[in-house]
Nanobody, 119 residues
Framework: QVQLVESGGGLVQAGGSLRLSCAAS????????VGWFRQAPGKERELVAH????????NYVDSVKGRFTISRDNAKNTVYLQMNSLKPEDTAVYYC????????????WGQGTQVTVSS
């Protein structure tokens, strides 16, 4: 399994932006589908966005469409989540996760990074 480390979280005012990074080691991230998940207190974890191995056809949950952009730089073994027009309801711990194409479940997870959006 590839090891993942997230960074870039923090405290931002509503309407602001953050860029999260997910750096991989112990494997080639280009072999994996990568997703960004988030979990707010008292809520279930949700898949926010995911991206294919080549970076085409990213997918987003409806609540972030038009505000968040997932991208990847396979040369740097890193996946990003650019978050614009942040809202207080985006406050959560954000996790990146990876799975091989033929797998159903994401089985490599990072430790998470806190994103807090103040109103």
């Amino acid at each position: 399994q590839v090891q993942l480390v997230e960074s870039g979280g923090g405290l931002v005012q509503a309407g602001g932006s953050l860029r999260l990074s997910c750096a991989a080691s112990g494997g080639t991230l280009s072999s994996y589908v990568v997703g960004w998940f988030r979990q707010a207190p008292g809520k279930e974890r949700e898949l926010v966005a995911h991206i294919s191995r080549g970076g085409s056809a990213p997918n987003y949950v409806d609540s972030v469409k038009g505000r968040f952009t997932i991208s990847r730089d396979n040369a740097k073994n890193t996946v990003y989540l650019q978050m614009n027009s942040l809202k207080p309801e985006d406050t959560a711990v954000y996790y990146c996760a990876a799975r091989l194409v033929f797998e159903v479940d994401f089985d490599s997870w990072g430790q998470g990074t806190q994103v807090t959006v103040s109103s």
